[in-house]
């Protein structure tokens, strides 16, 4: 069986990443949302993949070309200016036979094992159409309630009442027949979609219990990347990495291949340390910190659930917890990122110019691709920096609540 | 459901007829057979039983023909005899079918089919389609054209399988609203209702869709429409496939796939014959001495059969453990023991339904599995058809069996003038409604439930309350979290509380209240009073109630108004989703705690 991957979503709420890359090319726990998808459906057996992108869809192409080092095929198909799941979908039209079942996936979910042997399972129990459900956690008003009788889907309601939030949901993963197409093109978007597969076809529910997250707003990223770290339960650390005398390793710490971590430092599981970084002596590296490759965190430096998506330079004595750092940023020293309000009150966040309540207590900052902040900065919590912003030394920038 | 597997080969069959419905057991297993040509004609082997069962008595195996088709099947309704196992032929033996699916006309059609003469072995709609296949054959002179012509005429549900002595290198199958594929070996094809019938053999294979049917021969297939005739361009599909999910069906447990079944169990549950139910509703009627026994889920079931029967039916029960009947037992030829057994199997409870008969009571058992031992021991049995429970932790079968006993108090209560026909009407109603509620809540509350599983999952001790006919259903509730999560979790009647436990309260204790709806206005008011005698003590409690206004709770989980017969019910299928989701945030083998069985056959 083929799969379908889509990319090309806008991600308008996940500010300040999707400016300058697809949402499934966001990093959690070491890995890119896609990549992570691409590994689960490699492990299913499934290996012929097709990804539709859409804007800065070329840093996937060139990521992972043919998709030799994942053991898969991949082809690419762009949708262009993206507008919506069906135009994404027909995008790939001509990558499928007629008569066909293909799996379809949106790229920015993340779960919390692979899901996708339970979801080939039921196409094998109704050979049939197939939508994963899921419950997503607290309630929230962002999806439709899925309702069911047996495993029979029965209907889609798009805006549940107050007290019937937080029940199934369309979990973004599917095993449609290519007739998805024709429907797609008659019926313009995917609510109607469904209601003519559940209609003609019949579309039955697999119930996906494990964790799962759907990457919208920055603050999913800290989440999916602690549902990820969670499953892990040993220590891993490559051969070619160094650990220096005198490091502590406590808990699951994965430390891959090239990185070298100096005298003094602690590490505290669940973390994470990818390829070729340097690890300072005397660095406080703890739970749920995930560092991409080519990184470099200077002496002293204290890191805490957050990550660093590569190639990052965190100078001397600074602080960075509960924040979302994109490729190529770099830090001046004793640079601390402000990560809760005095009262303890839920932290917010300046969202596309809309303040917008997060719901958390410990919230760092969000500082998007190549972003440049001089030394001795303060950022307030819930600061959001735009990719390629330059701070100069000694600045504060203020949040959302000064 | 039932399951179908069938083999084309350049090759003797050999094992893999028995390979194919032992790995579809799951989809039933109470009788089966398989079918197959031998020397000009057909040879049908089946019989009572597992695959492994009726292997030892009819040989299933090291079949020698190139050509087979099997069954297994699980009876929702109707016995379970010989002559009703499938396969299933036509009068003269030269169309032989396997069946899965309800023809819905098969009524019509087999009277017609009487009338013109036929005689029928079996109480089956599947033998009608044989006899219909042989009756056009006569007529056309062409299988294809025979099957076709027979396909055309039926109504309902049917994944069917079917070889002829006309044409011995095909096997014809179809599939409308029952699966059926096709598997795409070398030099082998095969026909399943799912994978598992040829997943050793094959992963390639093409999907039959509704209104489709299919020839298959050793090397090709072909695929058409029942409509038009005309050729269906079909793909090759790839399954890659994960054998330790199998049977789950989509859910990720039996647990949760049990849970969801109950809306169906119950209206199958209600669709057994009032006379049936009136039966037993004699006896009990006549009876001077009325004891019902179960043990772990099934002897909370028994104690809900108290409550309501001497609501209902105003008829004292005395209700035992089946493990400690025998030290309590004075039956004698004027008793009736009930028994309640979801396997039939459970070694305390046929030791004392033997201890009774001894003493000359008479029995009656509820089982959900046909042709087991209880089955067999007892006076009358009522089959509560509802389907395998796989899962250790008993949730439909307990259900549907307190279903059962509410109907029989019905009925016993009409026998005894104590419900009219006005309350009989009424009460159906209710029970009725009751498949539609529970999806209600399986769809709308689901969420608000696991959040609260979720949040309290690390808490060490849980107190379950509830008053009246809500008591029974606190200490199945508490049992349900016992067995799957490894939490310690107490049921008690709430009035019982203030006279010791509430001791243990404090803030590290948390209380799960079962309230009943407001209009059973002596009985909610104590049991709130309940509630706020723990909150008083620091204690967390979480509210299963009905009002959405009533603020007293630290948490609530509101479920849908409900006449209050049935209204019981839907706190327990709510308790039954707290248990599953605390386990799951636990990581528990929720299919298998450990130390339990699925059924207890020992002393």
Known sequence: MKALILTGGAGRNLVPFSATRPKASVMVAGGSLLRRSIGHLREAGVTDLTIVTGPNGDKIHRGFGEGSELGVNLSYADQGQPSGIAQAILAAKDRFNPGEYLILVYGDVVTSANPYPQLLQSFNSFTGPIAAVCLPGPPTARYGNVYLSGTRITRIVEKPTEENLGNYVLAGMFVLPTDLFGLVESAGDMEAVFAQLMAKFGLHASIWESGWIDVESPWDILAANQMVMDTWEEARVSRDAVIEGNVTIAGPVHIEGGSHVKSGAVLVGPCYVGRDCYIGNNSLIRNYASIGPESTIGYGVELKNSVLFGRSDIGRLSFVGDSVLGEGVDTGSNTVTINENLDHSPISVDLRGESTRTGLKKLGSFIGDDVKIGASNTLAAGSILEPGTIVPHNATLRGPRD | ?603
Not at chain 2, 39 to 62: S, W
Not at chain 2, 235 to 245: M, N
Not at chain 2, 258 to 286: T, Y
Not at chain 2, 503 to 532: C, G, K, M, W, Y
């Open chain 2, 1 to 603: 459901m039932c399951g179908i597997a069938g083999v084309v080969s350049g090759q003797p069959i050999e094992d893999r007829l028995y390979e194919g419905i032992h790995h579809l057991e799951y989809r039933g297993y109470d009788s089966c057979g398989v079918a197959f040509h031998n020397q000009g004609h057909i040879e049908i082997r089946k019989n009572v039983g597992t695959v492994d069962e009726v292997h030892g008595k009819e040989n299933l195996r090291k079949i020698a023909s190139h050509v087979g088709i099997a069954h297994t099947r699980w009876a929702t309704h109707g016995r379970v005899t010989r002559d009703n196992a499938h396969p299933h032929h036509s009068p003269s033996g030269e169309f032989v079918i396997v069946h899965n699916g309800i023809i819905a006309n098969y009524k019509p059609l087999r009277a017609g089919l009487i009338e013109a003469g036929g005689e029928f072995v079996s109480e089956t709609d599947t033998e009608v389609i044989a006899h219909l296949l042989e009756g056009q054959y006569r007529k056309l002179g062409d299988v294809e054209r025979a099957w076709v012509a027979t396909l055309r005429l039926l109504e309902g549900s049917y994944a069917l399988a079917m070889i002829s002595v006309h044409d011995r290198e095909r096997i014809y199958c179809a599939r409308h609203e029952s699966p059926l594929i096709i598997g795409v070996g070398s030099g082998s094809n095969y026909v399943g209702s799912d994978f598992n019938a040829f997943i050793e053999y094959t992963k390639n294979t093409v999907i039959l869709d509704d209104g489709e049917y299919g020839t298959v021969t050793k090397d090709s297939y072909s695929v058409k429409s029942l409509k038009t005739g005309d050729p269906v361009a079909k793909t090759i599909t790839v399954v890659p496939w994960d054998p330790e999910l199998s049977g789950k069906s989509g859910y990720p447990h039996y647990m949760l796939k049990e849970i969801h079944e109950q809306p169906q169990a119950i209206r199958r549950a209600l669709h057994i014959g009032e006379d049936e139910i009136d039966a037993v509703a004699e006896m009990i009627a006549a009876a001077r001495r009325v004891s019902f026994m179960g043990v772990g889920t099934t002897y909370y079931v028994a104690m809900y059969g108290q409550y309501i029967f001497a609501e209902l039916a105003q008829t004292e029960v005395a209700v035992v453990s089946s493990d400690e009947f025998r030290h309590l037992d004075l039956t004698d030829e004027n008793s009736v023991v009930l028994a309640v057994s979801q396997s039939g199997e459970t070694y305390d409870t046929i030791m004392s339904l033997r201890h009774a008969q001894a003493r000359g009571a008479k029995t009656v058992a509820i089982v959900n599995v046909i042709g087991s031992s209880m089955a067999r021991l007892v006076d009358r049995v009522i089959l509560q058809g509802s389907g395998p429970e796989v899962c250790v932790v008993s949730t439909k079968a307990g259900l549907v069996q307190m279903v059962l006993l509410t109907r029989l108090a019905i009925a016993v209560g009409v026998r005894r003038g104590v419900v009219s026909a006005v309350a009989k009407r009424e009460f159906d109603d209710a029970l009725a409604s009751l498949p539609e509620l529970i999806e209600s809540i399986l769809n709308e509350r689901s969420g608000v439930i696991r959040a609260a599983a979720y949040g309290h999952a690390k808490k060490d001790h849980w107190l379950f309350l509830g008053r009246g006919i809500y008591y029974p259903i606190a200490l199945e509730a508490a049992l349900k979290m016992k067995e799957v999560t490894y939490v310690h979790a107490e049921g008690m009647a709430a009035g019982f509380l203030k006279h010791g436990t509430l001791s243990l309260i404090d803030d590290r204790f948390n209380t799960l209240v079962f309230v009943p709806p407001a209009e059973q206005a002596n009985l909610h008011v104590a049991t709130t009073s309940s509630a706020e005698e723990v909150k008083a003590r620091g204690g967390f409690v979480l509210g299963y109630t009905f009002d959405r206004d009533e603020d007293l709770y630290d948490e609530k989980v509101v479920f849908p108004a409900a006449h209050p017969l049935v209204a019981p019910f839907l706190p327990l299928v709510g308790a039954q989703l707290l248990a599953y989701f605390t386990a799951t945030a636990l990581k528990r083998n929720v299919d298998k705690p450990r130390s339990l069985a699925k059924s207890v056959t020992v002393a």
